[in-house]
């Protein structure tokens, strides 16, 4: 196929043209809404509780999903074809997380790449090497601060009332299968893809990416976080989208 040559503020990198990031960004997002709107009509006093954790764990997995979209997109392998698209795509995702700013996000991602697990990285924190609670409140407030942290927090009390009062939907289910999973996906990001990476070695970083993988089986790798444990690897070849990374991997 031919090359195209993409530029997304900061990430300027030489990728073949394809579908595949559209197409598997696109079934994620259709998988987030359909999920959404089948589990928020469900009587959840009708239903066991494994059901219920389970189909906590699979919006999780979800939300995630939408979030490693958006980054894909940050990176231009969402769609190479047309970075406008490639963009769009990205900025709806966003949204869709936490309603986050697409383009205040590309650039933290930005300085996060280019100064990693440095003063200059947004999402580095020193006093947090061994407090990952630590880190991940600091990391978060990084992304909830000033006029944003007002955008979300009211952002996200008006649509739960528009769907309690507008649309009848419980406030518990809006609860464990909406705010639930944006709770626990922003954690499994910042440990899989921040904490476990970019915290400092014992004898230091040893590398120019300040990085480490966890080299989990593949299918162990996508549940854990859609293969952001492969985290050298994505800083080292940061063309490839989420599901290239396991190709590599060294064996």
């Known amino acids: 196929m031919r090359n195209v040559l993409l530029s997304t503020k900061g990430f300027t990198l030489t990728r073949p043209q394809s579908l595949s990031g559209l197409l598997i960004a696109t079934t994620i997002i259709f998988l987030w809404f359909s999920s959404l709107i089948v ?64 383009k205040t996000l590309l650039e933290k991602h930005r300085l996060h790449h280019r100064y990693p697990a440095s003063s200059k990285d947004p999402d580095f924190c020193e006093q947090g090497q061994h407090n990952p609670l630590s880190w991940y409140l600091d990391f978060m407030k990084g992304y909830l601060v000033g006029q944003q942290s007002w955008v979300v927090f009211l952002g996200m009390a008006l649509i739960f009332s528009l769907f309690k009062w507008g649309f009848n939907i419980p406030a518990s289910n809006l609860f464990l299968f909406w705010v639930l999973p944006i709770l626990l996906s922003s954690i499994q990001l910042f440990y899989f893809g921040i904490f476990l990476p970019h915290r400092r070695p014992k004898g230091g970083y040893t590398n120019r990416h300040r990085a480490k993988s966890a080299y989990y089986d593949v299918f162990w790798s996508l549940i854990a976080c859609y293969h952001f444990g492969y985290h050298w690897e994505h800083h080292e070849f940061p063309h490839l989208p989420w599901y290239k990374l396991p190709s590599v991997v060294k064996s």
């Open 39 to 102: 589990l928020l009509s469900i009587d959840v006093s009708q239903i066991s509780l494994f059901l219920i954790l389970s189909a906590i764990l699979v919006r999780t997995f979800l939300h995630t999903g939408i979030f490693i979209t958006a980054h894909d997109a940050m990176h231009g392998t969402v769609f190479p074809r047309h970075r406008y698209i490639n963009d769009f795509i990205g900025s709806v995702a966003t949204r869709l997380y936490v309603l986050l700013p697409y």
